[in-house]
């Protein structure tokens, strides 16, 4: 069996005294979509983060298709599409110029970068606002102006930190078709706090509370647990408190 593209191993992270992230171990194999749930404050962020790089662990190891994220950033990076929390940088740039400037920096010139800007655009439905700056778009474009972004290079591995906020229920539904049309041949970490969306697109559930694993169960076998979703992670959590 192949390695796992995502390698999360005894991952901690403390601020000062206060341990955000508490020797978490998991992978996320091909095909399987992660759903990463929690209280607020719980780790979720701080996890994506330590995996995308921005955070350096304090201890634990992370990989992305085999290459350390903190010994190999810039492999680990290739292997990744990230999209963190809130809007896109640089709200000056119109959508398009800003992807195609995220292109050229994938390493993409000519057609091909204009091809990938395009694909991308044309996935997200964000053709119509192509030549706005992005500081003047609604919540949900924004949304998935940074959804573009991370998934222009096609990447194996995506890390989506609650990719459906904001959005309008029918933007919703069309962001979910996209992630489940991925699926096949992605690894996928997402969080939310909408625990339908588990239901909807993931394969897979871990609930996190206070740095760490409480539960990681396919979400019908979760949901078995008790009367709902909704019932069951709010005992999970509440346990941990
Ligand atoms: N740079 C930082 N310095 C100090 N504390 C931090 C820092 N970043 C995060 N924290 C703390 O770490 C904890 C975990 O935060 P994190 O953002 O990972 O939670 P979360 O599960 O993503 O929450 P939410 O659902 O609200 O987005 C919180 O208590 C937060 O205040």
Same mark, same amino acid.
């Given at each position: +069996?192949?390695?796992?593209?995502?390698?999360?191993? !005894? @991952?901690?992270?403390?601020?000062?005294?206060?341990?955000?992230?508490?020797?978490?171990?998991?992978?996320?194999?091909?095909?399987?979509? @992660?759903?990463?749930?929690?209280?607020?404050?719980?780790?979720?962020?701080?996890?994506?983060?330590?995996?995308?790089?921005?955070? /350096?662990? /304090?201890?634990?190891?992370?990989?992305? +298709?085999?290459?350390?994220?903190?010994?190999?950033?810039?492999?680990?990076?290739?292997?990744?599409?990230?999209?963190?929390?809130?809007?896109?940088?640089?709200?000056? +740039? &119109?959508? #398009?110029?800003?992807?195609?400037?995220?292109?050229?920096?994938?390493?993409?010139?000519?057609?091909?970068?204009?091809?990938?800007?395009?694909?991308?655009?044309?996935? &997200? #439905? @964000?053709?119509?606002?192509?030549? #706005?700056?992005?500081?003047?778009?609604?919540?949900?474009?924004?949304?998935?102006?940074?959804?573009?972004?991370?998934?222009?290079?096609?990447?194996?591995?995506?890390?989506?930190?609650?990719? &459906?906020?904001?959005?309008?229920?029918?933007?919703?539904?069309?962001?979910?078709?996209?992630? @489940? !049309?991925?699926?096949?041949?992605?690894?996928?970490?997402?969080?939310?706090?909408?625990?339908?969306? =588990?239901?909807?697109?993931?394969?897979?559930?871990?609930?996190?509370?206070?740095?760490? =694993?409480?539960?990681?169960?396919?979400?019908?076998?979760?949901?078995? !647990?008790?009367?709902?979703?909704?019932?069951?992670?709010?005992?999970? /959590?509440?346990?941990?408190?």
């Amino acid at each position: +069996m192949d390695a796992p593209h995502i390698e999360i191993d !005894r @991952l901690t992270k403390r601020f000062g005294a206060f341990t955000a992230v508490d020797d978490i171990s998991f992978t996320v194999r091909a095909g399987e979509v @992660l759903g990463f749930l929690g209280p607020n404050g719980a780790g979720k962020s701080t996890t994506m983060k330590m995996l995308a790089g921005f955070v /350096t662990p /304090t201890a634990g190891t992370a990989r992305i +298709m085999g290459e350390d994220v903190v010994d190999r950033p810039v492999a680990a990076k290739r292997h990744l599409g990230f999209l963190p929390e809130g809007a896109p940088t640089y709200p000056e +740039m &119109t959508v #398009q110029g800003f992807l195609r400037f995220t292109a050229r920096a994938r390493g993409y010139r000519g057609t091909e970068a204009g091809d990938r800007v395009h694909d991308a655009m044309r996935a &997200t #439905q @964000l053709e119509e606002v192509r030549l #706005q700056p992005i500081e003047t778009l609604s919540k949900g474009f924004k949304r998935r102006v940074g959804l573009a972004q991370a998934l222009l290079h096609d990447p194996p591995v995506l890390v989506l930190d609650e990719p &459906t906020d904001g959005l309008d229920p029918n933007q919703k539904h069309e962001v979910r078709n996209l992630i @489940l !049309r991925m699926a096949p041949s992605k690894a996928m970490i997402i969080s939310t706090h909408i625990l339908e969306e =588990v239901g909807a697109v993931c394969t897979r559930a871990i609930v996190i509370a206070r740095g760490r =694993v409480v539960a990681d169960a396919a979400p019908a076998e979760l949901e078995a !647990r008790g009367e709902n979703l909704d019932a069951v992670f709010r005992e999970l /959590t509440r346990e941990a408190a």
